[in-house]
């Protein structure tokens, strides 16, 4: 398995600002994935993440809202940008390991936009 | 794209029955198939998974079968257990893909002691 730390849990922020979210991992990894899950909603992939390069983004998804860096194998950050109410959701960060790539992911970070 | 579809969107049983929960999808190339358990508060955990070259999977209470002609698959809980109550998701992939994960709704799973 893998262990994934995200900061912070949760945050409650006012529109317009941005929030910064970070995810560790205990050892090293080459991909590191970031979700979005609205209330009640599935899990929607918003980009990939490697070290070394720039993340890839899924479609409805553009770096300029989620900034994503990736300085190491063991650590990568999402920032939220220009937040508005719609973007209160849950952000997942997940890791990819061991031979057979299963994908684990930490806790998670509760958003919400006043 | 992938899509996934997943039902039932909510699933309430009794205390040792079992639970059942269906996933289609639309991409005849995935070929990996996992299912995710969300608490309340925490992130999905992985319970089990099944890959193409399988027909079914299990792991004590839980089993996975995958019919790929049809394109679904399912997830079966025997015995169920009031700490069986979650959400359930399934998901699809294929293993090339590096980690792209399509998700199904989700079931919630209520069980009723």
């Known amino acids: 398995s893998a262990v994934i730390s995200q900061k912070p849990s949760r945050d409650i922020c006012q529109r317009g600002t941005s929030l910064t979210i970070q995810c560790q991992v205990d050892s090293q990894v080459t991909m590191m994935f970031w979700y979005r899950q609205q209330p009640g909603q599935s899990l929607t992939l918003i980009a990939t993440?490697?070290?070394?390069?720039?993340?890839?983004?899924e479609s409805g998804f553009v770096i300029d809202k989620f900034p994503i860096s990736r300085p190491n194998l063991t650590f990568s950050t999402l920032t939220v940008s220009n937040m508005s109410p719609e973007d209160s959701s849950i952000y997942l960060c997940?890791?990819?390991?061991?031979?057979?790539?299963?994908?684990?992911f930490g806790a998670g970070t509760r958003l919400s936009v006043l | 794209g992938e899509n996934v579809e997943q039902h039932p969107s909510t699933l309430s049983v009794q205390e040792g029955d079992s639970a059942v929960i269906k996933c289609t999808y639309s991409?005849?190339?995935?070929?990996?198939f996992p299912w995710y358990k969300q608490e309340l508060g925490k992130g999905p955990q992985l319970i089990i998974d099944?890959?193409?070259?399988?027909g079914e999977k299990k792991d004590q209470r839980i089993a996975v079968t995958l019919n790929k002609t049809a394109k679904h698959f399912s997830l079966h809980i025997t015995e169920t257990q009031p700490e069986d109550s979650a959400v359930y998701f399934c998901?699809?992939?294929?293993?090339?893909?590096?980690?792209?994960?399509?998700f199904g709704q989700g079931t919630i799973l209520t069980v009723h002691p």
């Open positions: 998901a699809a992939s294929m293993i090339t893909s590096y980690g792209k994960l399509t």
């Open positions: 991409d005849s190339a995935s070929n990996y």
């Open positions: 993440a490697n070290q070394g390069s720039e993340a890839t983004y």
């Open positions: 997940s890791v990819e390991r061991g031979p057979e790539n299963i994908q684990y």
């Open positions: 099944i890959r193409s070259n399988v």
